[in-house]
């Protein structure tokens, strides 16, 4: 299917029904899988047969799903997992043990964010933040002996910061360690990263992925271009003890990294997927391509009117041409960003409350990027839990407004928005 263009992808790929099966992905709701011998049971322990043995591990409805997020974003294999946060953390514990380093960019999501700078630490894995604007020498500076991997966002959650992806995976390969992509807000329809260079992928499909806000989920993708096998990575290119010896990088080529984060992190974590949930996933999936149009159509359209707006003193959206990454945006997401806006009203912090809670059709919810439309104050919700100097350092200021933009007929959402601010 390789030669089909992505929105045919997002409908046609991963599970292909044989003669009188049914047309619809299957849910598998079941723990566990019947065998006739023991040997076979045994073979698919050692990985030498492919199959199921229990779903923690996989399930067959899971895994037409990890297929088709693999080949939507170009890679040789994925792993769903319950949530974005799993997705996070174990994508870096596959190759961080104590006493090891990564470099990330500041600006990534709040439960990135308290997950790399308190979680991680006290797990004795060292996170180092850096400016995603900084150059390449100043960004040389953050790498030390024991960095292990770079992480950003394709657009950060809430910041809207472009990461420029081509010089993170320079920085990452001139140090021989990868860069991990968070690449949510985007969605392999406004923008691919390994076509940039980066070696992971990861989403909370939570967002635009299921899109409909009704399945928490997250999924890492592996490109299979890493070469893991540099000596810095122990972890994929000696024997696991606790995988009877197996040498991720000499058994599973390609697949090491993706193979590891499974049959070792995932069966001793457990953070999988419901079938169910993965059944949702791909019912948004299938109109990925659909929404996320319509999404960008319409946020290009509500900042292009808030940015005119006397009683708006800022609007932050990467398709404005005032914004600062409006270049590297053209670059990376030429199809459009996402529906995510954020933008300041006069008055600061009450005027914005006032104004929020005047919506009629926008909600206010605690969510981004599903088909409705909702608003959301971080600095008193999301990211409550910052000290000032990192949501500054987040880039998320006191009178800061996350929007979503829906789906919905454009000239209500515009009516809604004239309306709340008429209020204030
Ligand atoms: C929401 C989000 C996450 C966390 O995902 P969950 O599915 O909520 O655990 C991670 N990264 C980004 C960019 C997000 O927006």
């Known amino acids: 299917m390789d ?38 049971v045994g073979k698919l322990f050692d990985l030498e047969a492919e199959g199921f043995f229990y779903t923690r591990l996989a399930n067959p409805t899971v ?78 500076k953050a790498i030390k002996d024991n960095t292990k991997l770079v992480f950003a966002e394709t657009i950060a959650n809430p910041s809207l910061v472009v990461t420029d992806i081509e010089k993170f995976a320079t920085l990452a390969h001139k140090n021989q360690i990868p860069l991990i992509i968070d690449n949510t807000f985007a969605t392999p329809i ?5 076509e940039f260079g980066a070696d992971i992928v990861i989403h909370s499909t939570s967002k635009y992925m299921d899109g409909h806000a009704v399945a928490l989920g997250g999924v890492i993708v592996d490109s299979g271009n890493f070469n893991w096998d540099n000596g810095k990575f122990p972890g994929l290119s000696t024997p696991d003890e606790s995988y009877h010896g197996m040498v991720y990088t000499r058994d599973c080529g390609k697949a090491a990294f993706i193979t ?4 070792q992190l995932m069966r001793d974590l457990g953070s999988t997927p419901a079938p169910n949930n993965a ?22 359209i509500v900042a292009e009117y ?11 959206y990467p398709g404005l041409k005032s914004n600062k990454y409006y270049d590297l945006a053209q670059k990376y997401l030429s199809n459009g960003s996402c529906g995510v806006i954020s933008f300041g009203i006069k008055g600061g912090r009450d005027a914005a409350m006032k104004f929020m809670d005047s919506l009629k ?11 409705r439309t909702c608003v959301l104050h971080p600095a008193s919700t999301t990211h409550r839990q910052l000290s000032d100097q990192q949501l500054i350092d987040c880039g998320i200021t006191p009178e800061l407004i996350r929007m979503s933009i829906g789906v919905e007929h454009i000239d209500d959402i515009i009516a809604d928005l004239e309306q709340g601010l008429a209020q204030i």
């Open 361 to 371: 059709l926008a909600a206010i919810v605690v969510h981004v990027a599903d088909v």
């Open 279 to 300: 059944f949702l996933l791909n019912l948004g999936l299938e109109t990925l391509h659909l929404r996320m149009e319509r999404h960008c159509k319409n946020a290009q």
């Open 306 to 316: 808030l940015e005119k707006h006397d009683k708006i003193s800022w609007v932050n």
């Open 63 to 140: 895994d037409y799903v990890e297929k088709k997020i693999a080949a939507l974003e170009g890679g040789i294999g994925a792993m769903c997992t319950s949530s974005g946060q799993a997705a996070s953390m174990i994508s870096i514990l596959n190759l961080c043990n104590e006493g090891d380093h990564m470099v990330s960019s500041a600006s990534i999501y709040g439960g990135t964010y308290n997950l790399f700078a308190v979680t991680l630490k006290k797990m004795g894995i060292e996170v180092t933040f850096v400016d995603p604007d900084a150059s390449l020498e100043e960004l040389q």
């Open 260 to 263: 590891k984060a499974r049959v």
């Open 3 to 40: 030669h089909y263009h992505i929105d045919t992808k997002c409908i046609q790929e991963g599970y292909q029904p044989k003669n009188g099966e049914s047309r619809v992905i299957p849910i598998y709701q079941s723990t566990t899988y019947k065998y006739e011998s023991s040997e076979h």
């Open 190 to 194: 406004n923008c691919r990263p390994i």
